[in-house]
């Protein structure tokens, strides 16, 4: 694959889908991400931190941000339904836990990887992996 232009400075001063979704394609050609979702959600940005012995998965919902500051925030964050993650992981989890409400996760964990369900995503959640190095 070859891409003319300087795509990461467009990525980096841009906030539209378009651009992300590009990106995306291209990165897994090259790499296995530590977290997928199945399906499209281009406003979806997912951030890894370590706290603790633990990781953290932020999801933020971009989807209704404005693109310019020529256009107005209508205030209104559509929420995603239903998303299946799939996750890297070195060893089975002993939790994973969406934070701030403190829900349990159920999933499967099987060669390397852990599959499950987030109910939805309205703004932003984290999602805490105990267990895991």
């Known amino acids: 694959?070859?891409?003319?232009?300087p795509i990461a400075s467009a990525y980096g001063n841009a906030t539209t889908p378009i651009i992300r979704s590009v990106v995306r394609r291209m990165l897994g050609l090259l790499?296995?991400?530590?977290?997928?979702?199945?399906?499209n959600y281009p406003a979806l940005e997912i951030v890894l931190r370590k706290k603790n012995g633990q990781?953290?998965?932020?999801?933020i919902n971009s989807e209704g941000a404005p693109v310019t500051s020529e256009f107005r925030h209508s205030g209104v964050v559509p929420c995603t339904g239903p998303?299946?993650?799939?996750?890297q992981l070195?060893?089975?989890?002993?939790?994973v836990v969406l934070e701030p409400d403190g829900i349990a996760l159920s999933g499967d964990y099987e060669a390397g990887e852990w599959r499950g369900l987030l109910p939805d995503?309205?703004?932003h959640a984290i999602?805490?992996?105990e267990g895991e190095a």
């Open 31 to 39: 790499y296995v991400p530590m977290v997928n979702l199945d399906g």
């Open 1 to 5: 694959m070859a891409c003319p232009g």
């Open 55 to 59: 990781m953290l998965v932020h999801l």
């Open 121 to 123: 995503l309205h703004v």
């Open 127 to 129: 999602i805490r992996i």
């Open 90 to 95: 070195s060893a089975a989890p002993s939790k």
């Open 83 to 87: 998303i299946r993650l799939r996750m």
